[in-house]
């Protein structure tokens, strides 16, 4: 993510945004678990989601700074690097396979099959909550920052030209992460719960969005 310019005086103040959301929107993710018995589905789901806006606002964002990059770099360097963020589609659209095939329906246990459709036709209020939470904060820090304020030279562009990124790497070392605690816990009996694996994936995915936010903060 790419948040580095900003009209607020106070680094602090323009951090908040983002941090607000990661703390919100993986309390929505742990309610969805705990209370209304979501599997792992949803929650794939929705980082999925997350990683397509990112993407989409990444080429945008690309797009915006062209002109200031070809004052700095030649126009192959670019061009480059806007292939690289047009990249991250194509890795989508294998991990949309793997999150809806593999994660909605193969190992999912088979009575959260109706809730998986549901979610995936955009029918579960939470996940389209915290869907639409996540699609404004973009929208406005898109706005804010290569639009009311174009300050680009403190813009990341490492970030938005890259492939696989920090967020991508979520999925991997959260999936083992819950793997294993679900080990641990089935191995020394510490305590009972059908979450298990969702809880090592949570620890993960919440800890990156809280140091997305604050890496924010500190530029």
């Not at 929505?28 to 397509?52: A, D, K, N, T």
């Amino acid at each position: 993510m790419s948040e580095n310019t900003s009209i607020l005086p106070d680094s602090t103040e323009k951090s908040v945004p983002p941090i607000i959301y990661a703390l919100v929107s993986n309390a929505l993710q742990v309610y969805g678990i705990l209370v209304l018995g979501w599997h792992f589905f949803p929650i794939l789901y929705m980082w999925w989601w997350e990683e397509l806006v990112l993407t989409v606002f990444g080429v945008l964002k690309l797009r915006q700074l062209r002109p200031f990059l070809l004052q700095k770099e030649n126009e192959i360097v670019v061009r480059e690097g806007e292939s690289s963020a047009r990249g991250r589609f194509f890795l989508l659209f294998v991990y949309f396979v793997f999150v809806v095939v593999i994660g909605g329906f193969v190992f999912a246990p088979k009575d959260s099959y109706i809730e998986n459709i549901i979610t995936l036709i955009f029918r579960n209020q939470v996940f389209n909550l915290n869907l639409l939470l996540f699609m404004g904060i973009q929208v406005w820090l898109f706005w804010r920052d290569f639009y009311q304020n174009k300050n680009f030279e403190t813009t990341d562009v490492s970030t938005l030209r890259t492939t696989f990124d920090l967020r991508s790497m979520v999925i991997h070392v959260g999936l083992l992460a819950g793997a294993f605690l679900s080990f641990l816990i089935h191995k020394y009996g510490l305590f009972k719960t059908e979450h298990a694996f969702m809880f090592g994936f949570m620890a993960i995915k919440t800890s990156v969005d809280l140091w997305a936010a604050f890496k924010a903060k500190l530029h």
